[in-house]
């Protein structure tokens, strides 16, 4: 099974500020990785996915980039409803999908 | 605009059985491959099962397997979750989702999820 490790599991950042969320897995899964934010007693919303296409009506500041097995989810300036939970994904063993352990992004 | 509204959870005894139901609206329900995702209270998410768009493939998580199935009626727009011999550790909410395609393969995505319907498994 393909493994997804996502850190950190949790970060405290401030409006405005620029943060980086990194997936890696365990295996070369092409681009074949999405992005989903989750706020607290709500269903998962797609943000981003194939690594860097953004889905639609997603604000601009979120993108998303890969290097080898590495994905990166950015927010270029945080905003107040941004603070969530953020899951990656890989759809590259469809259709056995695997989720990374998450990480918490909470208000400093 | 799409809706999944997910129904059928609630609290039920170890080794008993439960059904789940999501009834979609605002797409095209007959060419769409959809999933069951769930997630254990303060834990993160698991996907669980994928039906293919006319209900001839599907596919399910090796913690699932056997236990439990999914199944789709296209003349109700609905799908199902057929849950037997439930475990404490299958308590979670249990999310559907829209698959991207028709057609499952790498490119997919979950990109419409409901509401999530809350099953607890306990004695």
């Known amino acids: 099974d393909i493994q997804m490790t996502q850190s950190p599991s949790s970060l405290s950042a401030s409006v405005g500020e620029r943060v980086t969320i990194t997936c890696r897995a365990s295996q070369s899964i092409s681009n074949y990785l999405n992005w989903y934010q989750q706020k607290p007693g709500k269903a998962p919303n797609l943000l981003i996915y194939a690594a860097s296409s953004l889905q639609s009506g997603v604000p601009s500041r979120f993108s998303g980039s890969a290097s080898g097995t590495d994905f990166t989810l950015t927010i270029s300036s945080l905003q107040p409803e941004d603070f969530a939970t953020y899951y990656c994904q890989q759809s590259y063993s469809t259709p056995l999908l695997t989720f990374g352990g998450g990480t918490k992004v909470e208000i400093k | 605009q799409v809706q999944l509204v997910e129904s059928g959870g609630g609290v039920v005894q170890p080794g008993r059985s439960l059904r789940l139901s999501c009834a979609a609206s605002?797409?095209?329900?007959?060419?769409?491959?959809m999933h069951w995702v769930r997630q254990a209270p303060g834990k993160g998410l698991e996907w669980v099962a994928l039906?293919?768009?006319?209900?001839?493939?599907?596919y399910y998580a090796d913690s699932v397997k056997g236990r439990f199935t999914i199944s789709r009626d296209n003349s109700k727009n609905t799908l199902y979750l057929q849950m037997n011999s439930l475990r404490v550790e299958d308590t979670a909410v249990y999310y559907c989702?829209?698959?991207?395609?028709?057609?499952?393969?790498?490119?997919?995505?979950?990109?419409?999820w409901g509401q999530g319907t809350l099953v607890t498994v306990s004695s």
């Open positions: 039906i293919s768009y006319d209900g001839s493939n599907k």
């Open positions: 989702a829209k698959d991207r395609w028709a057609v499952v393969g790498p490119t997919t995505y979950f990109d419409y």
């Open positions: 605002g797409f095209t329900f007959s060419i769409y491959g």
